[in-house]
Structure formats: C-alpha cells, structure tokens
C-alpha cells in the first residue's frame, strides 16, 4: 500500500462544476503539499498545508490531521484546470538534520470539458 | 527571482551514453531536492543536497547515479551509461534552510530524458 493515495485517478467534468480531490496518507507528517502539473509542463506548488484550510482564488485546500485526509476542491471549473494535481507529503520522522523529502500519490488526472 | 532552472528541458542520449542534468536553485535556496517521475507512475525522492554535501541519498539507484552541489554553479544530476529504463522526467526542488521552517516546494520545469 501506498503511503500516499488519492482519489480518484481521472476524473473528467464539465466547465462550471464543483470539483474534490482526496488525499490520504499512512504516515505522519509535518506539512502537506498540493501541486498541479501541466502536460509536458513542470511542477508549480498550489497550497502548503499543516493545519485547517487555505482558499486561493477557486482553490480551497483542507486538511484533517486526526483522520490523515485532506482534500482539494475547484469551484467553478474551467478548461484550463485541466492537468495533474498531486499530492505530497512531508514526514515528520525524517530527522538528522533533514528537512526531509516529499513523499508523493500518485496524482489525479483532470480533464474539464468546456 | 527567478524560478528553480532546469537544462536542458530535453535531453536524448543513445544508450551507453551520459547524462548530465543540472539544476539552479531560486536565489537564497541552498537545499536541493532530485525527484524521478517514470511514465505513467508518480514523482520519486532521489536524493537531497547542501551546499558542497549529500545529505540523504537514499532513493538513488546504487550505480551509474551521482549527484552534486557544488559551492559555485548548480547542482548536477549524472547517470553514466544510460539504459532505456533511465527515460523519465526528473525534476529538481529547492528550498531555503531548515531553520525557517516548512516552505512552499519550488520545483523547476524539469528535464524529460529520452534514451534511444
């Protein structure tokens, strides 16, 4: 089993619906990670995470400790949404001296139809 | 500021052959991080660098694999004599000192590596 799983794989919507990505993770971690990634296109960070919730734009991104779970949602989507979003997280048994990698899933594929 | 800088974007090499990635961390950034995506699977820790030290090397394929950072330049990501199986896009991270805690991930473009 993976330490990090998301779900769903794919997922494909039409423009203007409301979108959720989950995230579950086995180990514990001192902050967790949302990334979108573009076809053939680098990684760009979207939220950083230890605690509660952040809202940037369309994007909220909540995180529950307790149950190892957080999630991504997109109100509104639109076409250009469509890409990758992964998640990743930051264990916190990483010690000496470490900041310590991430650990990733394996990514939700996104396709928003116009 | 400019970003994490990757080069090349894309780089295909014949089999037997090296490669060298390099990466240039954000300006303040002195951690760096290698990540190997395979196709179709998910982003992988290769290795975690300081200034001029190795500081986990734990997901580094034992041969052919080394990585740097050096005190002046970028860091560089080597695989000597590449196999077919080394194709993959490897991205590079950077981040500033631990001290300041747990920042954003700055990830560069990547190199896609094509071996022939």
């Known amino acids: 089993k993976n330490e990090v799983e998301q779900s769903p794989q794919n997922l494909t919507a039409q423009e203007g619906e409301f979108i959720t990505i989950n995230c579950s993770y086995s180990v514990g971690i001192s902050a967790l990670h949302w990334l979108q990634q573009h076809p053939g296109g680098g990684i760009v960070s979207l939220f950083m995470?230890?605690?509660?919730?952040k809202k940037h734009g369309r994007l909220i991104a909540t995180i529950n400790i307790q149950e190892k779970h957080s999630s991504l949602h997109i109100t509104a989507s639109h076409p250009r949404d469509s890409a990758v979003y992964i998640c990743a997280v930051r264990s916190e048994i990483w010690g000496g001296g470490s900041q310590g990698n991430l650990i990733f899933g394996k990514g939700t594929k996104l396709s928003v139809k116009p | 500021n400019a970003g994490v800088m990757q080069n090349p974007r894309h780089l295909v090499r014949r089999r037997g052959q090296e490669a060298r990635l390099r990466c240039s961390p954000m300006?303040?950034?002195?951690?760096v991080y290698w990540y190997r995506q395979l196709p179709e699977e998910g982003l992988k820790f290769m290795v975690y660098l300081q200034k001029e030290n190795i500081i986990d090397e734990s997901g580094m394929p034992k041969e052919r694999f080394s990585a740097e950072f050096p005190k002046e330049g970028p860091s560089i990501l080597r695989i000597q004599q590449v196999v077919r199986g080394d194709s993959a896009a490897y991205f590079c991270a950077s981040s500033p000192p631990r001290e300041l805690g747990d920042t954003e991930a700055f990830f560069g473009q990547g190199t896609r590596l094509t071996v022939v």
């Open positions: 995470l230890s605690s509660g919730k």
């Open positions: 300006k303040g950034h002195s951690h």
